[in-house]
């Protein structure tokens, strides 16, 4: 049981450029979110998906995509990077069903960003 | 709006003292508060939760947590820290049916031996 997973742990692009974070979960879990965790200001959500093919802004959605095609994954796109991007990426999961928003939640080890 | 203050930026104490890590929030409904703890280059990891009930929760690793409604508080405490407990700690709370999950800025703690 791996957990939340994620790729690549590290990458660095030019200003212009895009890339794909991918989150796994093995969990079976119905809710995934990404976040963006920045020195001084905590997590800030990203975008959240409550199930296979649904996804809903959160708090900082500006500049970025997802897609959830399938339950096991959430795909985090930048499509043209900025150095505002640059943070470490977490992505999250946790049980649906009733009283699922009170679940807690389950997060991947991170990837580092890096925006030149 | 939700919103959590983790007034503290760091926090020292010694081996075997009482550790606290303060948090005070602010919703519109129902709160629901949740702590985290985050080791070095690692992800968030879980310790304990208050959604309804005894208002001292408890949770890993022997930490425990006293939800204060008058005074819209959520503060961490273990009775004996350990060097081990030193990481970064982060109170976080959801406003009723939301979905998100708003987080405070993080306290580190560090407990020296």
């Known amino acids: 049981n791996a957990g939340v997973t994620q790729t690549p742990k590290f990458r660095v692009l030019k200003t212009g450029q895009s890339m794909t974070l991918l989150c796994a979960q093995d969990?079976?879990?119905?809710?995934m979110y990404w976040y963006r965790q920045d020195p001084g200001m905590g997590l800030r959500l990203i975008h959240y998906?409550?199930?296979?093919?649904?996804?809903a802004k959160g708090e900082v959605p500006d500049g970025y995509n997802v897609s959830r095609l399938k339950k096991q994954n959430f795909l985090l796109g930048l499509e043209s990077a900025a150095p505002s991007q640059t943070s470490v990426y977490f992505c999250?999961?946790?049980?649906?069903?009733?009283?699922?928003?009170?679940?807690?939640?389950?997060f991947g080890p991170g990837t580092r960003l890096t925006v030149l | 709006a939700q919103s959590v203050a983790q007034p503290e930026d760091q926090v020292n104490v010694a081996e075997g003292n009482p550790l606290t890590v303060k948090c005070t929030y602010s919703?519109?409904?129902?709160?629901?508060l949740f702590w985290y703890v985050q080791y070095p280059n690692r992800g968030l990891q879980f310790l304990l939760k208050?959604?309804?009930?005894?208002?001292l929760v408890k949770g890993s690793y022997g930490f425990e947590a006293e939800f204060n409604k008058s005074q819209t508080s959520f503060h961490l405490k273990k009775p004996s820290a350990l060097v081990s407990d030193s990481a970064l700690y982060f109170c976080?709370?959801?406003?009723?049916?939301?979905?998100?999950?708003?987080f405070g800025a993080g306290t580190t703690v560090t407990v020296r031996a």
């Open positions: 998906s409550v199930g296979e093919g649904t996804t």
């Open positions: 976080a709370v959801r406003d009723g049916d939301d979905y998100k999950l708003s």
């Open positions: 969990m079976n879990h119905e809710y």
């Open positions: 999250a999961s946790s049980k649906g069903g009733a009283g699922g928003i009170y679940n807690e939640q389950f």
């Open positions: 919703v519109s409904g129902n709160p629901y």
């Open positions: 208050y959604i309804t009930g005894d208002n």
